[in-house]
């Protein structure tokens, strides 16, 4: 997603949590996710992000929120100090 690259994953483990399916109308979302390991729910994917890179309003909102995500080390390692602070405090 840093690169602009817009993904389309199955929702199952770290792709669940990482990737945000993109909403049209909020403008919210990461990306395109399906459920299960079918492959009418894959095209069906396949054919939402299609119609999303004909707009292209819809398509450059996508783009940088997914390029705005950090998934750096620093961020991690902040989030997990945060949380044993909190441990630590009760």
């Known amino acids: 997603m840093r690169y602009g690259t817009i993904p389309i994953v199955r929702a199952t483990g770290g792709l669940k949590d990482t990737v945000k399916p993109f909403d ?7 990306g395109f ?5 079918a492959a009418g729910e894959f095209l069906a994917a396949i054919e939402k992000s299609r119609k999303i890179y004909q707009n292209k309003e819809a398509r450059v909102g996508l783009i940088k929120n997914a390029m705005q995500q950090d ?5 991690s390692s902040g989030e997990y100090l945060k949380l044993y602070q909190k441990l630590l405090t009760k």
Do not use: E, H, K, Y
């Not at 049209?24 to 990461?30: D, I, K, S, V």
């Not at 996710?33 to 390991?37: A, G, M, T, W």
């Not at 998934?71 to 961020?75: E, G, I, P, T, V």
């Open 24 to 30: 049209p109308a909020t403008g919210q979302g990461t």
């Open 33 to 37: 996710l399906f459920n299960n390991f």
């Open 71 to 75: 998934f750096s080390w620093d961020r």
